[in-house]
Structures are given as structure tokens and as C-alpha cells.
């Protein structure tokens, strides 16, 4: 979802790539909430830090704690930060209903867009 809103808020300061420390596919849930917020991320693709570990990236942006504590060290001179957001996976996990579980994803939609505003600036 970070991706799909730097791309859309900020394509004109900020080329962002998205990986994690394993590929799992894309979300359909995300998918579905980020197209409600009318940014459609089905070009994304899920992919791991090796496979863009060539990138000369300025910054590296973990998202998740699994990620900070995980994080590779990469091989440009790069300043790794973290901005820390719920897991809607995680949290959608125990929902009694779709529309719980999608709730999940909302909020951290929300609160990643209210990130993604900030940047680069917050950066600095």
C-alpha cells in the first residue's frame, strides 16, 4: 500500500520499490481497499529485498517490525529508517466477518497515506 500511494501522491519526488523479506503475492484486500481509495496497485508485484538490492536507494523505509529488526544491509550508501504500521493481515486474521477483516486494512490504508504525504521532507 506505501507504494501505491508514493506512486500516486508523490511520482514527482519519489520513485519508490517495494520488497519485503519474502514474496507472499499481492493482497487481494489491499488491492480491494486501495482501489476504494481510487489507486489501483495490481501492477505492484510482491517481491523480496534481493531483487532489488541494485537499487542506489537514498533511503530504505521498514514499515513492519519484522522488517526493522530483519532489515539486509545494503551495498549502497543508503540511510535505512522506520516508520512503523500495523500488520492488516495480521490483525484481519481474527475478524469474524469480510467487512471486519477490510476495516483492518482501511485504517492502515489511511494512516499510510497520512505517512506518504510527509515524505520526503519527514526524511530529512
Known amino acids: 500500500m506505501a507504494e501505491g500511494w ?7 519526488s519519489i520513485q519508490p ?3 519485503g523479506l519474502e514474496a507472499h503475492g499481492l493482497n487481494t484486500s489491499a488491492v480491494q481497499v486501495m482501489q476504494e481509495a ?6 505492484q508485484k510482491s517481491q523480496t529485498v534481493e531483487e532489488v538490492e541494485t537499487v ?3 533511503f530504505v523505509i521498514t514499515v513492519c517490525g519484522h522488517a526493522d529488526e530483519n532489515c ?6 543508503t540511510r535505512v529508517v522506520h516508520f512503523g504500521f500495523d500488520d492488516p493481515p495480521k490483525l484481519a486474521q481474527n475478524a469474524k466477518m469480510e467487512e471486519e477483516a477490510l476495516d483492518h486494512y482501511r485504517r492502515v490504508r489511511d494512516e499510510i ?5 510527509t515524505l520526503p521532507e519527514v526524511l530529512w
Open 72 to 77: 539486509p544491509v545494503f551495498t549502497c550508501a
Open 17 to 19: 520499490f517495494s520488497a
Open 6 to 12: 508514493a506512486r500516486h501522491l508523490k511520482s514527482d
Open 113 to 117: 497515506r497520512i505517512f506518504v504525504e
Open 38 to 43: 481510487g489507486v489501483d496497485i495490481t501492477s
Open 56 to 58: 542506489p536507494f537514498d
